[in-house]
């Protein structure tokens, strides 16, 4: 990108840039490291619209690092329901202890200001140290998000995304021979470098992913709006439909049984550990099964209670959810026992838990066995 170009995509930005909680209203000031980290972890894989109020929510309750790192994980993620992907929150919750931890021993120092650093913490990884080294500490540091990706695609008519090796073809990219030796995540880095290449690479980083965002949308660009469209080779070509390429979505389509048990006392059997999805969090007891297989006490369900235990068993419907890649459809079966809860206990790789069941909703910080309580109660 040539300077008049940096220049007009910091020009648009000082005058397009939204409101957001996480951004101050001097686009030139340091910004809280804390602040840049929390934000752009919980923006991977959400949209801003869903963030904000999520940020909001956790800054009150967890306003520094310190504060977290005393909080415990089920509270933790409580405040990350419905944002999905909790290994992002349970690897805050580490980090935050490790930073604390290092503010004890070598005083008030903020974050990490490194990137080697910064990448060695669990869930920080390229592109989120790149957003605290540039947006907190005013680093030369590069980012590639998805919209970054986006734009450079366009930009330069890459075919390729930034995960495969060698993939690039001379006569459709014009990619020199040295470019096109190197991995195409490389290339993608490269261009994010060369515009973090400057003082201003704060701003450069930022105002890329909101244009990536506003303007340069994944869907019907608003090209005429964008201040890079007299250089956009996707657009000077009117091919932007045709850029980035599209990614192919594997899909994992997962059929299940979804045990809520409830003891004599009234309460529900909770497990931590052992299940295939939502492993070190609080969940409902769940195993794969064959649909339309939902007819008395499944014999899986023998693995967390003994079935002469088992007053009655009745099949309460299905329903369907996502996690990461799994398309699930699960049924639910309220399985009422004739004896009262027992002590915890741990079996092999989960541990029980009996949870009240006026505190069942409160309690579990997971969608998946939200859905399947709503079934029953
Ligand atoms: S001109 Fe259009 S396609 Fe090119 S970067 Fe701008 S918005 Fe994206």
Partial sequence: ?????????????????????????????LRDPYVVWISETMLQQTQVSTVKDYFIRWMRRFPDVETLAKAD???VFKFWQGLGYYSRARNILKTAKIVATLRQAQGPSKMPETRKELEALPGIGAYTAGAILSLAYHKREAILDGNLVRIFSRLYKLDFLPTSRNRVRDDRSGMTEKKATQSSSEIY???????????????????LMELGRTVCKTKSPLCEACPLHNECCAFIDGQTAEFPPVKKRLEKNWHGTVLVVESKDGKILAVNGGQKFLDGQLSLPHFESMRGATVGFPAKAEDYINADDVETVEQRGTFRHSITVHKIECN????????NAKNSRTSGAYTTKWIEKAKAFETFANSFSLKALKKVF
């Fill in 73 to 75: 994980e089920a509270e």
């Fill in 1 to 29: 990108m040539t300077p008049d170009s940096l220049k007009r995509l910091r020009d648009w930005f000082r005058a397009n840039a939204a409101e957001l909680p996480w951004r101050l209203a001097n686009l030139d000031a």
């Fill in 332 to 339: 639910v079966l309220h399985v009422q026992l004739s004896i």
């Fill in 189 to 207: 880095w490269g261009y994010a470098r060369e515009i973090a290449d400057s003082p201003k690479a704060y701003i450069h980083n930022e105002a």
